[in-house]
C-alpha cells in the first residue's frame, strides 16, 4: 500500500488542524492505521491507532484532544487535532500494518507557536 500524508501547517496554540493519509494500492480497510510523529531533537512517538474493526488508541500527551478516524469508501485516515501547543510540533507520519507488512507514507510539518 502507497501512503500520502497532507494537512500539515502552521497554527497558533488552541488552533486546529486535520491531516489526512490517503491510501491507494492494496485493501485498505484490511489494514491498521497509524499516525506517528517526531519532534526535532526526540524520537518518534505514536500518536493515535485505529484497527480494521475501527477500535483506537491515543497516546496520554493526546487524548482529549486528537481525534483518528477512517474512511474506508475513501481508503483516507484522518487526525483531527484540536487544542494544539507547541509541544505537537512535529512531522506527522501515517503507517500501514497488516500482519508482517507495514507502509510508510512521507511525512507532514505541524508546527504550532505559542
Known amino acids: 500500500v502507497q501512503l500520502q500524508a497532507s494537512g500539515g501547517g502552521l497554527v497558533q496554540a488552541g488552533g486546529s488542524l486535520r491531516l489526512s493519509c490517503a491510501a491507494s494500492?492494496?485493501?485498505?480497510?484490511?489494514?491498521?492505521m497509524t499516525w506517528y510523529r517526531q519532534a526535532p531533537g526526540k524520537q518518534r512517538e505514536l500518536v493515535a491507532r485505529?484497527?480494521?474493526?475501527?477500535?483506537?488508541n491515543y497516546a496520554e500527551s493526546v487524548k482529549g484532544r486528537f481525534t483518528i478516524s477512517r474512511d474506508n469508501a475513501k481508503n483516507t485516515v484522518y487526525l483531527q487535532m484540536n487544542s494544539l501547543k507547541p509541544e505537537d510540533t512535529a512531522v506527522y507520519s501515517c503507517?500501514?500494518?497488516?500482519?508482517?507488512?507495514?507502509?510508510w507514507g512521507q511525512g507532514t510539518l505541524v508546527t504550532v507557536s505559542s
Open positions: 503507517n500501514a500494518n497488516r500482519g508482517v507488512i507495514s507502509s
Open positions: 485505529i484497527t480494521n474493526s475501527g477500535s483506537t
Open positions: 494500492g492494496s485493501i485498505f480497510s484490511m489494514y491498521t
